[in-house]
């Protein structure tokens, strides 16, 4: 069928370059070639009209004219935009509320869920302040976790509210063990200031025979009872596979050590705390559902 349409096509092209060739010549061959080819020219002036118009015809509505038009257009972008950041931020809360209720029950310690109240946009790497405090049974010095990692200790707290130091701020200390060994060593922060990245960790006093490699799990080792044992801190850091340390006057091995999870966008916090304190309101006791304080902030 192509075939033959293509013919069909040809011979008329033909015909009517013979018809304009054999007839042109006079004034009666010109009226009978301008009578021929009047509705293929009208056809092709009709779909010029066509496609010159403006391209506000030829698609749905029309673009506002008027400043203030475009000002109420803006204005109401900003604002659908400002709702849905407010539900991604609900969505991230509810996401790391979940992990929360995954996270596997001690019976040493009493977990608290707190919510991050204050996050300074500078320092944001070395710390922030939760809504919960020393009434709902949260001491200085208690692990904070999120995603089942370590991120930090509690610095300082008053009666209602807590001021975390993370695992990447100077002053933040911890015993830790490297995955799969016997040793142990100090985590602490570094004075190392970064603003778009997390603060970086290192691990000192660790035999300098120990052999580590890039990506290794470094856990809390539990000693002096204040933080619970195997948690997850970070994963020791490097480049090509091979693992970032340093021999420290011949005596110790130093390694540098990076978070474990995403310290940037961290809305709700657990605090282990010790039984051997009293129960408080608002603070969740092991072998019970987690849930989330009901009190007001």
Known sequence: ?????KRTMAITFVTLLALVWLFGRGNAGRSLAFGFLKPFSSAWTAVQRRFSRPASTLVPGSLPSSPRKVRELEARLHLLELKLARVDGIVEENRQLREVATLPRRREWRMVIAD??????VTWNRGFLINRGSRHGIVPGAAVLTHSAVIGKIYACSASNAVVRLVGADGCELSVTPEGTAANGILRGTK????RHPAPSIIDF??????MTRGQRILTSGLGGTIPEGLLVGRVAG???????KLIDGA??????????????IRVVVVACPMGYPSQPGSLHAGTPHERPSESR
């Open 252 to 265: 110790y091995l130093q390694v540098r050590v990076e978070p474990a999870t995403d310290l940037s966008r």
């Open 1 to 5: 069928m192509q075939v033959l349409a």
């Open 116 to 121: 991050v109240a204050v996050r300074d946009p």
């Open 192 to 195: 190392e200031r970064r603003w």
């Open 239 to 245: 480049k090509s596979g091979m693992a970032d340390t």
């Open 206 to 211: 660790l035999p300098k025979s120990l052999e």
